[in-house]
């Protein structure tokens, strides 16, 4: 479905990505796992559209994305989930989830739907964003994007800040999300919650793709793979 080939990045003079290529397919989850300053959310903005200094190559359902903007590509599917959440703080729940156009109406959650899945989300519905908890608000984040008709979310590090038992909340809405269908792009440092609800990982050290494996092998490796990249 994505398709991500020699990709590099640059702010300025310096550059913070190095040729890294993956891919994810349809109803697939893989991670970006890496130390603080890896490169993992400017990958994700480059896919994104959101970071202009790229080179390379990203395309969807083969189709290369290139010179199109954050929001065309939106409505080819890609949904961002950045690690601020992005929250509209003064509007309530239901019009967070009403704001965003739909991009796909094929794709697109119905609002029962998104409540059936995030009950919680039903619960706060008249609620403003400034009264969620942090892991409503990554609730609220995630399900915007599948409420305007992505099939693909970018989320980046959807564990940072909650308590481990909505860490667990969180995996148990992206294994549910991916058995409809949907694949996700997961930047985590949470090493043990990726090996939960990831297909395969791509580990990332100073702005390259140092390893890729499955989750039968990150499992069995992770000690050796985390000392590596100084986690
Ligand atoms: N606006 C910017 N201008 C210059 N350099 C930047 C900018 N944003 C990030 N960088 C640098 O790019 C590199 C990659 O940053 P990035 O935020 O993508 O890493 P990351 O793996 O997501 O880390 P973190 O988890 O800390 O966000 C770092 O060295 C960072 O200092």
Known sequence: ?????????????????????????????????????????????????LHKGTRGVVALDGQSLDGKSADKRARLGLGWVP?????????????NLSLPPVVDKSAAW??????????????????????????????????RPLRAGSRLLLLDEPSEGLAPVIVNQIGQ??????AQGVAVLLVEQNVKFASTVADRHNLLAQGEVVASLDNDEFHSRTTELLEHLGM
């Open 1 to 49: 479905m994505l398709r991500v080939e020699d990709l590099s990045a640059f702010y300025g003079e310096a550059q913070v990505l190095r040729n890294v290529s993956l891919d994810v397919a349809h109803g697939e989850v893989v991670t970006l796992v890496g130390r603080n300053g890896a490169g993992k959310t400017t990958l994700l903005r480059s896919i994104m559209g």
């Open 83 to 95: 690690d601020n959440r992005g929250i509209y703080a003064t509007l309530s729940v239901s019009e």
């Open 110 to 143: 119905s609002l029962d739907r998104i409540y059936e899945q995030f009950p919680v989300l039903h619960e706060r519905r008249d609620f403003p964003g400034t009264k969620l908890s942090g892991g409503e608000q990554q609730m609220l984040a995630m399900a």
């Open 173 to 178: 809405i992206i294994r549910d999300i991916k």
